[in-house]
DNA sequence: TTTCTTGTATTATTATATAATATATGTTGT
DNA sequence: ACAACATATATTATATAATAATACAAGAAA
């Protein structure tokens, strides 16, 4: 595989165009993700960071400090702990002002949010995972619910299916190849055949539904936002949990509410429609 | 001013501790996020990244394609023009999923959200700035002021003049003297002494109003978050808009809403006090 | 077409990142 | 309180890996 890339091209991961030291960079900002996930704290020692970025310490120190004078770490001076530092958000900021669907959506979802009372969310494909970019939060949404840049894997998602619904079937089977098919919760569907199955029915639909396939209790449902050429570019989504919520009156009430939101936001995104 | 730091200094900004090659990195993704600011596109080619980033073409050649590998640019194979990457927003979300104070404050500020029906803010101070981390949009709320990241000047921002009424009068002055006192608006008040008169206000009624200070027609008020000492960490906001909203309006409800939420999110974050 | 601007690829050079080591600081257990 | 240990910080010689000059290619403009 890595003996596929010819090492002196230049347009790749190694060779003289491809600078090292900033990927190490971010391996390390990385690794402060890592320990908040499987170590669950957020602030992590050197050694911790040396092991979970594959450096040694004296590489671990230098990125680390690096780090820190840019204001991409945070350290306690006490503790001599690393934490994320504020300037990330100015990094994601960049991505979220750029965005004219964002722009366009947000005004939207606000409005729908309203009529029944529901958090409600837009995401895009990346690789694998569907990442929210606009979240609009309601009273009892969870706190991860309510977070900008959380990634979940599309094969479990509603989004995610109600996208590859709207997908050609190569650009599916390149999804599903880069899936690993591990469960979220107790109720994840992992069987590639099923997410087929499902995907195909929200291509017939034009919505899908998922079960507490990402997180327990909760009912999700999303359509596709589509393109002047009917291809899906993103997913706006709404969540309910039971057991306020049953599924027949998900498909009673949402269901409506959010193909018809899919489809205000992919007008006006694409006017020429 | 530069000469004061020893190059030789392994903790500074040079010196076998600090890598170059990862801040040239963040220069370009801040070249970009200049262009969007400055010349208003959302793409940007290679040599406008160049000038902005202050770098040669080849240096500027190298990091452009690493962070396009690492997925934090994109590239459009047609313009051959850069743009932020979905991947940015993987870094952001470090930062919030570890904040403790956004956990706690969310579900408290949609509740708040809901009562007169308006935006609820959570911010920060980062250097002369305010950044805003946690963002309860409601109908016609502007889409700038839906935006996680986003900064505006302490001097000006109701947030700002409230948690610096929650400072020590040495971290006031700190922050004035990193402040540029440019004029966001029309209206914006850029006489420091003015300033500190308001800050010497909010210290004494516990919250500030600002008045078309950041945006035209919106009407901000905002209440610290104090920790057990009684110092300023965080600040909640409130924005709602002219002419819908009245200076009077403001002080007889607004007021005595987000005073009380402050209150609250700072019993909650400090249960000992 | 020609000319100019912008993007891409190659190369020799040495500056800059590296990792081994030494020292300092803090933490744990008896 | 003192060892014994773990972890963080500082220093240095070395060579790797980043650099920038340049050549080439590809679009855009005239």
Redesign the interface.
């Known amino acids: 595989m890595a003996e596929l890339l010819d090492s002196r091209d230049?347009?790749?991961?190694s060779g003289?165009?491809?600078?090292a030291?900033?990927?190490?960079?971010?391996r390390v900002?990385r690794a402060?993700?890592r320990a908040?996930r499987e170590l669950g704290r957020?602030d992590v020692s050197l050694t911790e960071i040396a092991r979970l970025s594959d450096m040694d310490k004296s590489a671990a120190?230098?990125?680390t400090?690096?780090?820190v004078?840019?204001?991409?770490l945070e350290k306690d001076a006490r503790t001599r702990r690393y934490?994320?530092?504020?300037?990330?958000?100015?990094?994601?900021?960049?991505?979220?002002?750029?965005s004219?669907l964002?722009?366009i959506a947000?005004?939207r979802m606000?409005?729908a949010s309203?009529v029944y009372g529901t958090a409600v969310n837009l995401c895009?494909q990346?690789g694998p995972n569907v990442?929210y970019?606009?979240r609009?939060?309601?009273?009892n949404?969870p706190?991860?619910a309510?977070?900008?840049?959380?990634?979940v894997p599309m094969f479990s998602a509603a989004a995610g299916i109600a996208m590859l619904g709207g997908s050609s079937d190569e650009h599916v089977e390149e999804t599903l190849a880069r899936s690993d098919f591990k469960p979220v919760t107790e109720w994840t569907i992992t069987d590639p055949d099923v997410v087929r199955a499902r995907i195909a029915a929200a291509r017939a639909d034009g919505y899908a539904i998922s079960d507490q396939q990402s997180l327990p209790h909760e009912i999700s449902t999303a359509a596709p936002v589509l393109d002047a050429e009917g291809k899906a570019i993103a997913a706006v989504q709404i969540a309910v949990y039971r057991p306020s919520w049953t599924l027949d009156e998900v498909n009673a009430k949402i269901v409506p509410l959010i193909t018809e939101l899919a489809r205000t936001v992919s007008g006006t995104y694409f006017p020429e429609r």
Chains 1, 2 share one sequence.
């Open positions: 230049s347009g790749s991961r003289t165009l491809y600078v030291s900033v990927e190490k960079g971010f900002l402060v993700r908040q957020n120190q230098r990125f400090n690096t780090l004078h840019l204001g991409y934490r994320p530092g504020v300037e990330l958000l100015e990094l994601g900021y960049s991505y979220l002002v750029g004219r964002s722009e947000t005004a606000v409005a309203n895009v990346h990442v970019i606009v609009i939060p309601h009273e949404t706190f991860r309510t977070l900008i840049g959380r990634r």
